[in-house]
């Protein structure tokens, strides 16, 4: 969308270098195209989902906390490490303000690991 007012934007630029003042139109079309950038930047970071891998040997108390306080479920895989032996592995996807929440549920369950990844694109 953010293209499309680019574009719009351009127009009336164009329009208003010909017509009124050239440098106050290259100007505003410069801060514009800037501004609108930043704001893209931003709010990609905001709007993309995480997914939030915890290992853990005792995943109930994460599921049972994740379900109630955010209402998200997780996939659950077995899983094994070298050097803690069997675990189980959740998956569970959240979005940038429920990131913090769950990483509080994850700390209170000592000995369990966990990493988070963006997913840029959901192919539907």
Not at 32 to 59: C, G, M, R
Request: charged share 20%; net charge negative.
């Amino acid at each position: 969308m953010s293209y499309i007012l680019i574009a719009f934007n351009a127009c009336v630029y164009g329009a208003v270098f010909v017509l009124l003042d050239r440098d106050s139109a290259l100007l505003s079309l410069l801060v514009y195209i800037v501004a609108t950038s930043i704001i893209d930047h931003f709010t990609d970071h905001f709007e993309a989902l995480k997914q939030v891998t915890i290992i853990t040997k005792d995943p109930d108390a994460i599921i049972c906390d994740i379900k109630e306080e955010l209402n998200k479920t997780c996939t659950i895989i077995n899983s094994s490490g070298v050097i803690a032996g069997e675990n189980k592995t959740l998956i569970c996807y959240v979005n940038y303000f429920e990131l913090q929440k769950v990483k509080e549920i994850i700390s209170r369950n000592k000995g369990s690991f966990s990493t988070v990844s963006t997913i840029d694109e959901i192919l539907r």
